[in-house]
C-alpha cells in the first residue's frame, strides 16, 4: 500500500480526505506514544505527529523503578522507566474532540537515551511541566535536554532522590522561562551545595516548593534574587534538626510570601532566626496545633507584614487570634485562612464580643461589619462570608473569611479590600 502523500505545509488543505484527516489525528491525540512510534517511520507521518502535537499542551512525568517498600510507584517494572503524557487541546482547538487525554508508556533503562530525544523531537515546544520521580543521583539522562529549547516549561518537579549534579544545569538552561520548582522529600544525606548553583541563571524562577524536607538537605544554598515566594514542609517522623539552615533559608532570597507548615518547625525557626525580615509581606502557616505564640513571636520578625493566613484553623478560634494580634502587633493587617466550622458559625454572629472581653480594659476597639457598607458588599459579597474590621489606637485587624475551603486573603488583592475596608496597609 502506497502511503498517501502529506501536505505539512498547511492544515487547511490536507491532501487526505478530511474525515481520514481527522481519524488519524484523533487516533494518534489518544496515545502520545503512538505519535513517538510514528515520527521514527518517516518524514511525512513525522509531519503529522508534529502538527497533531501542536495543537496540545504537554505535561510529561517520568518515574523510574523504586525499590522501596511499599512505595506507590512499586508496579513499575524494575527494568523500565514509565512515561506518563497529559495533554490539554489547546483553547483554539477544543472545539472538538477530546480536551484532555492521558497515556503512559514505558521504555527500558538502556533505551531512556533514546525515548527523550524522540518525545521531546515532537513535543519539546509544547511540554508545559516536568516531573522526575525516583530520578537516580548518578543518572546522566537530564543531558538529553540540552539538544533542545522547551520555551513554555514555567513548572518542573523533583520527587525523591534527585540528580545533584549530572545534567542539571542543562535542563534548567533549556528552560528560561521556569517559574517554580518543586523538590518533595529528598534523601536525607542529600548534598545541596552542587544543586543551588545551577540555579544561578533561572532568571524567572519565583516559587521554590520544598516538601517533605529535612532541615540538613538546606546546606550550603544560593538562590536567584527574583525568588518571591517559599513553600516549606517538613519530613513528619523526624524531629526538628538543623533549623538554622531553615533560618539562613529564609534569608537568602527577598521572599515576599513565605508558607510554613508543622508547629515545631516554626519554633525551631524563631530560636534561629538573628534579625528581623523586611521583604515579607505574606505569612502563611499552618498546624493541627494551636500554638498561637509561636505565630505571634515569627509575625514580630517580619517588619513589613500586610497579611497572615492561618490554614485549617477553625472561625470558632478566630477571636483568639484577632485578640491578640490586636495587643502583640502594633501595625494594620489582613488575617484570613480561617475554615467555618461545620455549623457555619460566623466571627459576625457574636464572636467579635469575644474579641473585644479578650482585649485589656485600656484597649477600647471600634468594630465594623464591613458586608453591611452596601460598596463593600456590592464588591465582595460573592467572595467573602464575613470580613470585619477591628480598630485600636495602636493597631488594626481585618478579619475576612472566604466563600469556599481554600482560605486566606493571599488569592484576593488585599491592597485593594483594605482600600475599599478604609483601612491602609
Given at each position: 500500500?502506497?502511503?498517501?502523500?502529506?501536505?505539512?505545509?498547511?492544515?487547511?488543505?490536507?491532501?487526505?480526505?478530511?474525515?481520514?484527516?481527522?481519524?488519524?489525528?484523533?487516533?494518534?491525540?489518544?496515545?502520545?506514544?503512538?505519535?513517538?512510534?510514528?515520527?521514527?517511520?518517516?518524514?511525512?507521518?513525522?509531519?503529522?505527529?508534529?502538527?497533531?502535537?501542536s495543537k496540545y499542551e504537554a505535561h510529561l512525568h517520568v518515574t523510574f523503578p523504586s525499590?522501596?517498600?511499599?512505595?506507590?510507584?512499586?508496579?513499575?517494572?524494575?527494568?523500565?522507566?514509565?512515561?506518563?503524557?497529559?495533554?490539554?487541546?489547546?483553547?483554539?482547538?477544543?472545539?472538538?474532540?477530546?480536551?484532555?487525554?492521558?497515556?503512559?508508556?514505558?521504555?527500558?533503562?538502556?533505551?531512556?537515551?533514546?525515548?527523550?530525544?524522540?518525545?521531546?523531537?515532537?513535543?519539546?515546544?509544547?511540554?508545559?511541566?516536568?516531573?522526575?520521580?525516583?530520578?537516580?543521583?548518578?543518572?546522566?539522562?537530564?543531558?538529553?535536554?540540552?539538544?533542545?529549547?522547551?520555551?513554555?516549561?514555567?513548572?518542573?518537579?523533583?520527587?525523591?532522590?534527585?540528580?545533584?549534579?549530572?545534567?542539571?544545569?542543562?535542563?534548567?538552561?533549556?528552560?528560561?522561562?521556569?517559574?517554580?520548582?518543586?523538590?518533595?522529600?529528598?534523601?536525607?544525606?542529600?548534598?545541596?551545595?552542587?544543586?543551588?548553583?545551577?540555579?544561578?541563571?533561572?532568571?524567572?524562577?519565583?516559587?521554590?516548593?520544598?516538601?517533605?524536607?529535612?532541615?540538613?538537605?538546606?546546606?550550603?544554598?544560593?538562590?536567584?534574587?527574583?525568588?518571591?515566594?517559599?513553600?516549606?514542609?517538613?519530613?513528619?517522623?523526624?524531629?526538628?534538626?538543623?533549623?538554622?539552615?531553615?533560618?539562613?533559608?529564609?534569608?537568602?532570597?527577598?521572599?515576599?510570601?513565605?508558607?510554613?507548615?508543622?508547629?515545631?518547625?516554626?519554633?525551631?525557626?524563631?530560636?534561629?532566626?538573628?534579625?528581623?525580615?523586611?521583604?515579607?509581606?505574606?505569612?502563611?502557616?499552618?498546624?493541627?496545633?494551636?500554638?498561637?505564640?509561636?505565630?505571634?513571636?515569627?509575625?514580630?520578625?517580619?517588619?513589613?507584614?500586610?497579611?497572615?493566613?492561618?490554614?485549617?484553623?477553625?472561625?470558632?478560634?478566630?477571636?483568639?487570634?484577632?485578640?491578640?494580634?490586636?495587643?502583640?502587633?502594633?501595625?494594620?493587617?489582613?488575617?484570613?485562612?480561617?475554615?467555618?466550622?461545620?455549623?457555619?458559625?460566623?466571627?459576625?454572629?457574636?464572636?467579635?464580643?469575644?474579641?473585644?472581653?479578650?482585649?485589656?480594659?485600656?484597649?477600647?476597639?471600634?468594630?465594623?461589619?464591613?458586608?453591611?457598607?452596601?460598596?463593600?458588599?456590592?464588591?465582595?459579597?460573592?467572595?467573602?462570608?464575613?470580613?470585619?474590621?477591628?480598630?485600636?489606637?495602636?493597631?488594626?485587624?481585618?478579619?475576612?473569611?472566604?466563600?469556599?475551603?481554600?482560605?486566606?486573603?493571599?488569592?484576593?488583592?488585599?491592597?485593594?479590600?483594605?482600600?475599599?475596608?478604609?483601612?491602609?496597609?
Open positions: 500500500m502506497t502511503t498517501p502523500t502529506i501536505n505539512s505545509t498547511t492544515e487547511s488543505t490536507p491532501e487526505l480526505p478530511i474525515e481520514l484527516w481527522q481519524k488519524i489525528c484523533s487516533n494518534l491525540a489518544d496515545a502520545p506514544n503512538a505519535l513517538c512510534l510514528l515520527s521514527q517511520t518517516n518524514c511525512q507521518l513525522e509531519s503529522l505527529a508534529g502538527n497533531v502535537a525499590h522501596k517498600c511499599g512505595h506507590e510507584q512499586q508496579e513499575t517494572s524494575a527494568q523500565k522507566v514509565e512515561f506518563e503524557m497529559i495533554m490539554n487541546r489547546k483553547s483554539k482547538f477544543r472545539s472538538s474532540g477530546k480536551l484532555h487525554c492521558h497515556s503512559r508508556f514505558f521504555a527500558k533503562i538502556e533505551k531512556i537515551d533514546d525515548a527523550f530525544e524522540d518525545i521531546l523531537k515532537l513535543f519539546a515546544e509544547e511540554l508545559i511541566s516536568l516531573r522526575f520521580n525516583n530520578a537516580p543521583e548518578d543518572a546522566n539522562f537530564l543531558s538529553n535536554f540540552n539538544k533542545f529549547q522547551l520555551p513554555k516549561i514555567d513548572n518542573i518537579c523533583f520527587n525523591g532522590t534527585i540528580p545533584i549534579g549530572n545534567g542539571v544545569y542543562d535542563l534548567l538552561q533549556c528552560c528560561p522561562n521556569l517559574e517554580r520548582l518543586v523538590i518533595s522529600d529528598p534523601q536525607e544525606n542529600a548534598d545541596f551545595s552542587k544543586f543551588w548553583p545551577n540555579l544561578k541563571n533561572s532568571k524567572k524562577l519565583e516559587v521554590l516548593d520544598l516538601m517533605y524536607f529535612h532541615h540538613s538537605s538546606l546546606n550550603e544554598f544560593k538562590l536567584p534574587p527574583n525568588c518571591r515566594q517559599l513553600f516549606f514542609c517538613p519530613k513528619t517522623d523526624k524531629p526538628c534538626q538543623d533549623a538554622e539552615n531553615l533560618a539562613n533559608l529564609v534569608y537568602s532570597a527577598n521572599w515576599k510570601r513565605v508558607y510554613i507548615h508543622g508547629a515545631e518547625v516554626l519554633n525551631s525557626l524563631n530560636s534561629k532566626m538573628h534579625k528581623n525580615v523586611g521583604s515579607i509581606t505574606e505569612f502563611c502557616f499552618s498546624s493541627k496545633t494551636f500554638v498561637l505564640n509561636f505565630v505571634i513571636n515569627f509575625l514580630k520578625k517580619c517588619d513589613n507584614l500586610k497579611s497572615f493566613n492561618w490554614y485549617g484553623l477553625h472561625s470558632c478560634i478566630a477571636p483568639i487570634v484577632i485578640a491578640r494580634l490586636l495587643k502583640s502587633l502594633n501595625k494594620s493587617i489582613i488575617f484570613g485562612g480561617c475554615v467555618a466550622c461545620k455549623d457555619n458559625n460566623l466571627v459576625s454572629e457574636g464572636g467579635y464580643l469575644e474579641v473585644t472581653n479578650r482585649l485589656p480594659n485600656n484597649i477600647a476597639c471600634q468594630v465594623s461589619h464591613l458586608l453591611s457598607r452596601p460598596e463593600f458588599r456590592k464588591i465582595y459579597s460573592n467572595l467573602l462570608d464575613d470580613a470585619i474590621l477591628f480598630e485600636t489606637r495602636d493597631a488594626t485587624v481585618m478579619y475576612i473569611q472566604k466563600k469556599d475551603a481554600h482560605c486566606g486573603p493571599n488569592c484576593l488583592d488585599i491592597h485593594q479590600i483594605s482600600k475599599n475596608a478604609g483601612m491602609r496597609l
